[in-house]
């Protein structure tokens, strides 16, 4: 039947509309086409529901048509509700599941045509549900102003998950919508904190530090059942926002610091003393037990520092060292360390505690300070008496290790005091004077920079306070040539006598 129009609607079912639709405008005077019309319609209906085969798109298309046309204030055309209803059963429950997005489509475009009249709204709520028509159900809810509801929308539509960030922040942030309206919004993040966070932990972050602060301690709550899904969300909420400029200030801080720091600690210890010298809303005390607990000894030793005590804090980093050194030494031989990173591990732990050992002894009487640089001076060198003689190369290595130090400590320590500690050393004091020859030349010639160095900064000095004591000499004795013989300011003559005693006493600015 008809097939002139079943093939145009299988050609091009939307354009073939879109044509009809011209052909039904100001035609409301004309009752042969008035009838036309409805002959056309009654033709589509048998035609493409009755006659079936074509595509939810298809059959979605024809219904767009018909709820545009009866929206129309100069409508005569009639069509049964029950077919209505038959299409939204169609789109709905069809068990075409390759097709979905298209049937989803199709009926929202039937609703946003004025399709909304012909059907009861939680019935229509309901198939849409069950169908996991999720933006249609969008469509619904915003028409029914229940906007916490569409925070749920959002969330279960895996297609459109990502998009229910920028929606709850544009709802608590454009004015229009009710407090009660925001606080359904808010209550529905809340409860859904743990599928945000799952979804994208980072916007998540972004999200509770803009509108919900306050909130803080029961986010955190939320996500306790998932310690790694809540060690994400710290680390975005805690990230450092850029050079110099430390972490987001956030309530909650020193409790939020805490809980992620412990995390840290047991999941990313290497993490942990980047995140300490970035961040400051940790109370000392509390952090020091919590790194000391996980046996994170690099953050112990900075924390320690931080404290002022400048010993505990040697003696932590010192253990690094050994423990390092002592891998260098088992690693000798060995193919998995062919790369080095053993050596590597050394020299980085070693120029910690260096800088530590610089940065405190301009703070420390001079046997505080030997207590610090001569026992990191008898562990490098008890090193070196461990390894044989087949291990010469690895010995030059550690030996050039010692002389950084040395040289590093020259700075705070006497000379003559490194050099009797390193003659009494078995691996130097057995040695020919030639091996020792070095290490004497290189603090021979730091002491001469050095001494060099103070020398000109003092000539310096001595030169710009001379040159400011003889311009200050000079403004105080050169003359002043009054141009009248009253002050311009007081009135008085500069001859006039003053005082008791008749002496001239007379202050002069020039």
């Not at 996980?294 to 900075?302: E, M």
Request: overall charge negative; aromatic content about 8%; charged content about 20%.
């Amino acid at each position: 039947m008809y097939p002139h129009v079943r093939t145009l609607l299988r050609f091009d079912t939307r354009e073939f509309l879109n044509v009809l639709a011209l052909t039904f405008v100001d035609v409301t005077d004309d009752r042969q086409a008035l009838e036309f019309q409805q002959r056309i319609v009654d033709v589509l209906l048998k035609v493409m529901v009755e006659g079936g085969g074509f595509s939810p798109s298809q059959v979605g298309s024809l219904f767009t048509f018909l709820a545009r046309q009866l929206a129309r204030p100069d409508n005569t055309l009639f069509v049964n509700r029950q077919l209505f209803e038959q299409v939204l059963e169609f789109l709905c429950t069809s068990g075409d599941n390759s097709r979905h997005a298209e049937r989803q489509q199709a009926l929202l475009e039937l609703l946003q045509a004025g399709g909304t009249s012909h059907f009861e709204e939680e019935y229509l709520l309901g198939l849409a549900e069950k169908a996991q028509f999720y933006h249609v159900c969008e469509f619904i809810l915003e028409r029914k102003e229940q906007y916490g509801s569409i925070v749920l929308c959002y969330l279960r539509d895996h297609a459109r998950q990502e998009a229910v960030f920028p929606y709850i922040h544009n709802l608590l942030s454009l004015p229009g919508y009710t407090p009660a309206q925001c606080a359904a919004v808010r209550q529905q993040t809340l409860s859904h904190m743990k599928d945000l966070a799952e979804i994208n932990a980072r916007k998540t972050a972004d999200l509770v530090v803009d509108h919900f602060g306050a909130e803080i301690l029961q986010v955190l709550d939320s996500l306790q059942s998932s310690p790694q899904l809540l060690l994400h969300f710290l680390e975005s909420l805690l990230e450092p926002l850029g050079s110099g400029q430390g972490v987001r200030n956030i309530g909650e801080g020193p409790v939020v610091a805490k809980t992620y720091l412990e995390l840290l600690s047991g999941e990313k210890p290497t993490a942990v003393l980047p995140f300490l010298k970035s961040c400051d809303m940790y109370y000392l005390e509390e952090a020091i037990q919590i790194v000391e607990c996980h046996s994170v000894l690099d953050a112990v030793s900075y924390l320690l520092e931080k404290k002022g005590d400048a010993k505990g804090a040697f003696t932590v980093i010192l253990k690094v060292l050994k423990k390092d050194l002592q891998s260098y030494v088992n690693a000798q031989g060995s193919v998995e360390d062919s790369s080095g990173q053993s050596l590597s591990n050394v020299e980085s732990t070693l120029m910690d505690v260096v800088g530590l050992c610089q940065r405190n002894s301009g703070k420390l009487e001079e046997r505080e300070r030997e207590g610090l640089w001569f026992p990191l001076l008898e562990v490098m060198l008890a090193q070196q008496r461990k390894l044989g003689p087949k291990f010469s190369a690895q010995v030059e290595e550690l030996k050039g290790l010692t002389r950084e130090v040395i040289n590093s400590m020259a700075g705070f320590i006497a000379i003559p005091s490194i050099l009797l500690r390193l003659l009494q050393d078995p691996a130097y004091s057995a040695s020919k004077f030639g091996e020792v020859k070095d290490l004497m030349l290189t603090m021979l010639d730091t002491f001469n920079y050095e001494k060099t160095l103070l020398s000109t900064t003092t000539d310096l000095i001595r030169h710009d306070l001379h040159w400011a004591l003889s311009q200050l000499r000079g403004a105080a004795a050169r003359g002043l040539h009054p141009r009248g013989e009253a002050c311009g300011l007081c009135g008085q003559a500069f001859r006039q006598r003053h005082g008791p005693t008749g002496d001239r006493k007379l202050l002069v600015f020039g």
